[in-house]
């Protein structure tokens, strides 16, 4: 029974693309997160959301675009991609923001972009 | 600039010794750290964590120490077992814009030794 998961897991496509990533949570939680993994393994956040709203927006290009359709769903949207946007892309979930609750992390998924 | 640094990209124990896992920060008003492992092809699960106002937390085989002059912690393992083998990151919290953001640093890979 996933609590957080991704689609899809792999992710191969050509410069200039768009493609989308989907996150769900059947945790019941309010706050979601997008964190990009690069090639070096540094773990950086993206993106949050709570209740649907943005709160955390990193400096990220805004050829990424982040969508909550409701509390359970953060989808990730990527425009025109890059070579360098090729990293492994973690949705999480956490119970608020107070930031004294863990994060569940779904299983990554790994962009290409050849 | 990386504020949460794990210094040794990995590290080989044998079954039944300890582990040591180092951390060092360099931003004096995080408050809250974690630890999380991380498997292949899994997202980051949470394992322990610390608030600043304490110095050592335990959980069975896991401890972490928080030494805030030094700004620096540890998570132990003993005794360490092969299913313990992964790749362990620490993340801080830190109060940014309104909002609780963590920081993660880029793992250390434990490898434990039948």
């Known amino acids: 029974d996933t609590a957080v998961s991704q689609t899809p897991k792999y992710l191969v496509t050509q410069m200039g693309n768009d493609k989308s990533i989907k996150c769900e949570q059947n945790?019941?939680?309010?706050?979601m997160y997008w964190y990009k993994q690069d090639s070096k393994k540094f773990l950086k956040i993206m993106f949050s959301?709570?209740?649907?709203?943005?709160?955390i927006n990193e400096t990220v290009p805004n050829r990424f675009s982040p969508k909550s359709p409701d509390k359970a769903h953060l989808n990730l949207h990527i425009n025109s991609l890059e070579l360098g946007d090729s990293a492994v892309y973690f949705c999480?979930?956490?119970?608020?923001?107070?930031?004294?609750?863990?994060?569940?992390f779904g299983p990554g998924t790994r962009l290409t972009v050849l | 600039d990386q504020q949460v640094k794990q210094n040794s990209p990995s590290l080989s124990v044998q079954e039944g010794r300890i582990s040591i896992l180092n951390c060092d920060y360099t931003?004096?008003?995080?408050?809250?750290f974690l630890w999380y492992k991380k498997y292949p092809a899994e997202g980051p699960t949470f394992l322990i964590s610390i608030s600043s106002i304490k110095d050592k937390n335990e959980d069975g085989r896991f401890t972490v120490f928080l030494n805030k002059s030094a700004k620096h912690l540890s998570l132990h393992i003993v005794p360490s077992q092969p299913g313990d083998s992964a790749v362990y990151f620490c993340a801080a919290r830190g109060f940014t814009s309104g909002t609780y953001k963590y920081i993660f640093g880029t793992g250390t890979r434990l490898k434990v030794l039948a």
């Open positions: 999480a979930s956490s119970l608020g923001t107070s930031g004294n609750n863990e994060q569940f």
């Open positions: 931003n004096s008003m995080f408050d809250y």
């Open positions: 959301y709570n209740n649907k709203e943005l709160i």
């Open positions: 945790l019941g939680h309010d706050t």
